[in-house]
C-alpha cells in the first residue's frame, strides 16, 4: 500500500521557519509532480505550492518568496521550506501526489 508520510510541523513564532518533510513509501516519486495544500479552521483546503516533476513550481499568491517547494526524487521526499510565517499560515498541511494524500501536519504559528 502507497503511503504519504509528513512530518516537521509544530509551533513557531511570526518571522519563524519551519520545513516539511513528505516522503512516499515507493521509489516512484520521479514520475510524479507534487502539490502541497493547507487547511485553516473552517476554511476550504487550498493549494499552496506545485512542483512539476520536472522541479519547476508554482505557489499561491500568499506564500509566494516566502515558502519554498523542493524535491528529492532519490530520496522520494519532497520539502516544504516555509520561511517569514505568519499567524495566518496556522492550518493542518497535506501532501499530495496522484492520488495519495498524507496524513497532514498541523503548522501553528504564534503572534
Known amino acids: 500500500q502507497v503511503q504519504l508520510v509528513e512530518s516537521g510541523g509544530g509551533l513557531v513564532r511570526a518571522g519563524g521557519s519551519l520545513r516539511l518533510s513528505c516522503l512516499l513509501s515507493r521509489s516512484a516519486l520521479s514520475f510524479y509532480s507534487m502539490s502541497w495544500y493547507r487547511q485553516a479552521p473552517g476554511k476550504q483546503r487550498e493549494l499552496v505550492a506545485h512542483?512539476?516533476?520536472?522541479?519547476?513550481?508554482k505557489y499561491a499568491d500568499s506564500v509566494r518568496g516566502r515558502f519554498t517547494a523542493s524535491r528529492d526524487d532519490a530520496k522520494n521526499t519532497a520539502y516544504l521550506q516555509m520561511n517569514s510565517l505568519k499567524p495566518e499560515d496556522t492550518a493542518v498541511y497535506y501532501c499530495?501526489?496522484?492520488?495519495?494524500w498524507g496524513q497532514g501536519t498541523q503548522v501553528t504559528v504564534s503572534s
Open positions: 499530495n501526489v496522484f492520488t495519495w
Open positions: 512542483v512539476t516533476e520536472g522541479g519547476n513550481t
